[in-house]
Every structure is written in structure tokens, then in C-alpha cells.
């Protein structure tokens, strides 16, 4: 088995090496204060109390000890004897004896309430570094929550070997062997047969490599791959969604696990052991199964946003054309206005007359635009955005029907009129049934905000037994995009959730439960906090 390593040689250098102070900071580490100063004034010699100041300088910038001669430090050495011993001659010595010095670093710890890593506190390292591999099983943020755990309470950090094969590597190597005996306890044979055929049979070891891919981008084509891979994972999901609260790890470290199933080629894998790699696969089925479903449902945020962007634009640039076509027909309505006043016509003449000379003036197609000018004053840019939606609806059809049958939405609220309105939807979308072919009456409504219901309904001219008359209709283009809106409104803001999700859940399956909040004291005490 190959040597753990954790830092790099630079990390290494940064928390371990020896400090190279700028000229700045010998300023700030060596300046010493009243009760330092009568720490000195205790020893007998220049070489001795030099070497204090440095040990004393290096354990404020470091919170370490360290064993070096004033010939290694020959710089920090000259600032120290120009600011405190500045008539001392040629230092008689450049080192000092180890009792010395471990009688300095004794009075140095006192002074910062600071302890050696005794075995005591070896022991606390390891039970604490054995929790941390159950959060996240990564060396290198085991070894820096150890760091920090022994900053909080104010502990010497021991040497990086042990830390690193005596703490952290042994932790590992326990976290393995407990997840190898749940595995064993935990998963009946036959489900590890199957979790084995995606490693050996050659189907399965294609679906496996598959599987790994994440979509390009967002076309059709992408949807439609990423649905077929959650459908293969939906029966190990089972299995995993059942077994994985067994392992006690964390969602980080199910993330963690699930990437190295991903990062290692199918060979690495078999080299592993087999309750090792079952571990690892139910973290990547159910892993992945979630991001599947995070992935569709993005997918499906990208093109209702591209939607929305694209009939707003649209919507403006037919306002400043309508505006510009409005003020340009303003003449032709003044005279208009002026048949009324025309002397000239007999009052007796019939308003059709009337009527035709008008369209003379300004062609018929004309008159709805320049009366709703007249009429507001302005032109009404949302509503001309939600007719651009009745122009899009081809397009977002396709590109969203697939997307809106795939994600199961969940509502916080409950009896949520929206999502009675999505049960509409995929009912007649999984018949294959035009929405058209429902009557009015059969489409759920109270989803339908208030400040948008004059955009949805339409006035339309229907029969009525041998005559006409107008009906309040409902715009079944403009509804189905209004649903996808509300979902969107409701994805962003957190009301509308998927459970089997990571980034779309319900904001509730990050709260602990009642039973762990009984233990909120030591949680938070746990956390190290200040």
C-alpha cells in the first residue's frame, strides 16, 4: 500500500518550517512585553536570552517549537542583538544546551497558556480524527480539522509524521475496516451480487462507464440520456437510499466517495476490496441518481429562463415598433376625429358611410393599435410579453414537455393549487392528449396569480345558439407556459422542492433531527467554535 501524503513540500514549509521574517514582522514577533521582558531579565547570559527571544518570536508566529543554532538564523540574530543588546560583543556561543531550551519553551508555553501534545492528547487526536472521517474522508481535511482542533484548545501540533501516519492514516485505515464490517452485516448477498455484475459483466461495465459522463450541455438529446441513466439507476437507488443511513457518513463524504468511483478507471476499482467498492458504488448510484435529477432540473431553469429573456426582449422591440407605427398614424386619427365635425356630411348620413370614409384615411388593420394608444396612453409591454409565449409555444413544447414529465415537483405548502395544475399537465401529457381537447372547466385555476389573470384570458367571439356572443376564454398556450413559470419562481425560491435531489431539495432535510438537537451542547461544542 502506498505512503499517505498529505501536504505538498510547500504546505509542509508553510505550517512546519522554520519562519523567515521579513523585516516588518521581526518588528511584530519580537517585540517583547512586560511580562516577557521579566522572563528575560531572569537569565544569566546574552546567548541565552537571545535564543529566548527567538524561540518566543517563532511560537507567536507558529505555535511551535523548533531546534536550530543562531548561525541558521544569523539575520534574526542580528535584529534581536541591535534591539536589546546593542553594546554586546561576539556571542560566546551559538547554540544552547537541551535542557535549556526545554526549560524555555516551559516558561514560553506558560506565558500563552499553551500545553505540549501529551498522550493524553494523542488519544483525543485520534477519537477525534476517528469522527472526522466519518464527515468528510479526505487526508487533507482530516489533518487540517486536527490542526484547528488543537489551535482551539490551545495544544503544541505534534510532529507531521505522526499526525500524518499515526492519526490521520490510521483513522483511514479504521473508517475502512468499519465500513467493510457494516457492508458484510448489512447487505444481503444477492444485492451485492448485483452491485458486483457492474464491475464484471461487460453490459454492465459499459453502463458503469456511461454513467460517469455528465451531460455537454442542454439540447434534447443530452435530457434524453440523462433520463436513461437515471431509469438504470433507479433499482440500486433503492438499495442505496435504504442502505447508505447504515455506513453513518456524511453527505460530503458520500459526494467523496461517489467522485473516486469516477475519478479511478474500472481496473483501479477491482483492485479494491469488494465491501470497499460496494461502499463506494451505492455512494456513486446515489450520488448520481440525485445530480441526474439536479441536472434536468437545471436544464429545465436554463430554457424556462431562455424563454422568459427572449419574450421580453421580443415584447420591447414590438412596443418601440407599435409606438413608432401609433405616432405615426396620430395625424390620420385627428382627421378621423374630424368626420364627427365635418359640416359637411348630413347628419342623416349612415355610420357605415361614415365608416368607409374613415378607412380611406387609415387602413382597418390599423385602428386596434392606434384606439389602444389612444385609450392608455401607453401599450401594455406585459401584455405583449405573454403573447410572445403564444408565439414561442412550439418551441418551448419541445423543449420543456420531456423535462416537466421527468422531475417530480413536491411543494412545501400543502394542497399547493400548483402542483394540482402539474398533475393536469402530466396527466394529459402522458395520454399524449392535446390540452385542447380538455374543456375550460377541467383546467385547475387557483394557481393563477392574480396580477396575471388579464394576460391569461382572452375575450373570444364564440356561436351561441344562431347568434354571438363574447366569452372570457382561458389561453391554453399561456397556461401551460404560466405553469413552467410558477415552477421556476417556486424552484428559486425554495417552495417548490425534488426529494431526491442535492441541490433542489427541501430546505428541512439539512435540519438535524429532534432526537440529535437533545445533544445541541455538545454539538456545538463539538464545532470548536470561539
Not at 459526494?255 to 461502499?279: D, G, P, Q
Not at 415584447?315 to 364627427?340: C, H, P, S, V, W
Not at 385602428?367 to 385609450?375: E, K
Amino acid at each position: 500500500m502506498a505512503r499517505l501524503t498529505i501536504l505538498t513540500v510547500k504546505e509542509l514549509h508553510t505550517l512546519y518550517g522554520l519562519p523567515q521574517f521579513t523585516d516588518e514582522e521581526r518588528d511584530i514577533y519580537f517585540a517583547l512585553d512586560p511580562l516577557e521582558k521579566q522572563q528575560l531579565d531572569h537569565l544569566r547570559n546574552i546567548t541565552t536570552s537571545v535564543y529566548f527571544i527567538l524561540q518566543l518570536g517563532y511560537f507567536k508566529a507558529k505555535k511551535q517549537f523548533f531546534v536550530f543554532n543562531l548561525q541558521e538564523v544569523s539575520d534574526d540574530v542580528v535584529y534581536v542583538l541591535h534591539r536589546y543588546f546593542p553594546d554586546a560583543g561576539k556571542l560566546p556561543a551559538m547554540t544552547i544546551s537541551k535542557p535549556t531550551r526545554l526549560a524555555q519553551q516551559a516558561e514560553i508555553l506558560q506565558l500563552f497558556d499553551y500545553q505540549m501534545c501529551s498522550q493524553d492528547w494523542k488519544q483525543k487526536l485520534q477519537e477525534k480524527a476517528s469522527e472526522l472521517v466519518t464527515i468528510y474522508t479526505k487526508p487533507i481535511y482530516v489533518f487540517k480539522e486536527l490542526v484547528n482542533f488543537l489551535e482551539y484548545h490551545r495544544v503544541v501540533i505534534p510532529g507531521y509524521t505522526y499526525l500524518q501516519e499515526e492519526v490521520v492514516g490510521k483513522a483511514m485505515t479504521n473508517e475502512q475496516k468499519r465500513l467493510e464490517k457494516v457492508i458484510v452485516e448489512g447487505i444481503p448477498e444477492k444485492q451485492r451480487i448485483t452491485l458486483d455484475n457492474l464491475l464484471t459483466a461487460e453490459e454492465s461495465l459499459y453502463q458503469l462507464t456511461l454513467l460517469k459522463r455528465e451531460p455537454k450541455n442542454f439540447s434534447n438529446q443530452e435530457v434524453k440520456k440523462e433520463i436513461e441513466k437515471r431509469t438504470v439507476l433507479t433499482e440500486l437507488y433503492q438499495l442505496a437510499t435504504t442502505f447508505l443511513p447504515k455506513l453513518n457518513i456524511s453527505n460530503e463524504n458520500i459526494k467523496y466517495y461517489a467522485s473516486l468511483v469516477s475519478y479511478y478507471t474500472i481496473f483501479n476499482l477491482k483492485r479494491m476490496s469488494r465491501e470497499i467498492i460496494h461502499a463506494y458504488l451505492l455512494c456513486f448510484i446515489s450520488y448520481r441518481y440525485q445530480t441526474a435529477n439536479d441536472n434536468l432540473i437545471n436544464t429545465f431553469l436554463y430554457h424556462v429562463n431562455k424563454f422568459i429573456s427572449e419574450a421580453k426582449k421580443a415584447a420591447k422591440e414590438k412596443m418601440a415598433q407599435d409606438r413608432l407605427e401609433a405616432n405615426k398614424y396620430l395625424t390620420d386619427a385627428g382627421e378621423i376625429l374630424n368626420l364627427f365635425t365635418d359640416e359637411t356630411i348630413p347628419n342623416e348620413t349612415i355610420f357605415e358611410v361614415v365608416k368607409q370614409k374613415a378607412f380611406t384615411i387609415l387602413d382597418k388593420e390599423k385602428f386596434p393599435l392606434v384606439s389602444r394608444y389612444l385609450a392608455k396612453g401607453i401599450l401594455d409591454e406585459t401584455a405583449c410579453e405573454w403573447q410572445q409565449y403564444v408565439r414561442f409555444s412550439m418551441k418551448f413544447k419541445l423543449r420543456l414537455r420531456r423535462l416537466f414529465l421527468s422531475i417530480p415537483f413536491e411543494s412545501q405548502k400543502i394542497d399547493d393549487p400548483l402542483l394540482q395544475a402539474v398533475a393536469f399537465l402530466k396527466e394529459a401529457f402522458g395520454k399524449n392528449k392535446s390540452l385542447r381537447d380538455y374543456s375550460q372547466k377541467s383546467f385547475p385555476r387557483a394557481c393563477i396569480p392574480e396580477k396575471w389573470k388579464k394576460y391569461i384570458y382572452e375575450t373570444k367571439t364564440i356561436p351561441w345558439h344562431g347568434k354571438t356572443k363574447n366569452c372570457r376564454m382561458l389561453n391554453i398556450d399561456k397556461y401551460e407556459f404560466l405553469v413552467y413559470k410558477l415552477l421556476k419562481l417556486g424552484l428559486d425560491a425554495g417552495d417548490i422542492f425534488i426529494k431526491d435531489s442535492r441541490n433542489f431539495k427541501s430546505f428541512e432535510e439539512d435540519l438535524i433531527s429532534e432526537e440529535q438537537w437533545q445533544q445541541k451542547d455538545t454539538l456545538i461544542k463539538s464545532l470548536n467554535l470561539p
